[in-house]
């Protein structure tokens, strides 16, 4: 027996605490991971925040994601009883597909679509984070040995380059997503190199001569 005026340790409380912990840390670390630049420009320039690099938020926010669908394993496992009788339209009636259910399915196919098509209004907050990261490589872009590149040569668009080359701009698009680099005619060779995770313009300009 429990001593007189101690509370009993409850499960369902511990569940329900440490899920609420986790989505806060998963949130904050989030947060911060969207905002940080590339990896290579977080390195180069000791990016931190709170004192912790870009590979520490990261190691931090894949363990709380991991203790998050753990609880939730557990608070799942623990309120089965009331989880079933959301599939229940009324007392009494047997189990059946309720509208709560149709719509949670419907938002999380949503959300799924508009990561994957880049669809309004999703592309929205995706295309900030572009320009986000686009606007800290313009302030701390370099090149591997630390000195800025020289005439701004990584801030020329993809649309100037092809321009200067004579280079059909379409053409030049499909090129690049043939690699597997999503290509926009507003993205500067920069941009281009960070997101397809190469270290200098030049790698992006030498695929485009080389087919």
């Not at 047997?94 to 799924?112: H, M, S």
Request: glycine share 8%; proline share 4%; charged share 20%.
């Amino acid at each position: 027996m429990n001593p007189v005026g101690r509370p009993r340790f409850s499960w369902r409380a511990l569940t329900s605490l440490s899920t609420a912990i986790s989505f806060v840390v998963m949130t904050v670390s989030g947060v911060f991971l969207f905002l940080a630049p590339s990896t290579r420009i977080a390195r180069e320039t000791n990016w931190q925040m709170w004192g912790l690099d870009k590979s520490e938020w990261q190691d931090l926010h894949l363990l709380f994601c991991a203790l998050f669908v753990i609880v939730a394993v557990v608070h799942t496992v623990l309120n089965w009883r009331p989880l079933l009788g959301y599939l229940k339209k009324t007392t009494g009636e047997r189990p059946a597909l309720r509208w709560e259910w149709l719509v949670a399915l419907l938002l999380a196919a949503l959300f799924f679509a508009g990561a994957r098509v880049k669809m309004q209004p999703f592309s929205i907050m995706l295309d900030w984070r572009e320009r986000f990261h686009g606007g800290f490589c313009e302030t701390t872009g370099s090149d591997q040995s630390g000195e800025k590149e020289k005439g701004g040569f990584g801030q020329k668009t993809l649309a100037q380059y092809c321009t200067e080359q004579g280079l059909p701009l379409d053409a030049a698009i499909a090129r690049l997503q043939a690699t597997g680099i999503k290509a926009d005619g507003k993205d500067t060779l920069r941009q281009l190199a960070d997101k397809s995770g190469r270290e200098r313009p030049g790698e992006i300009t030498r695929l485009l001569a080389n087919p």
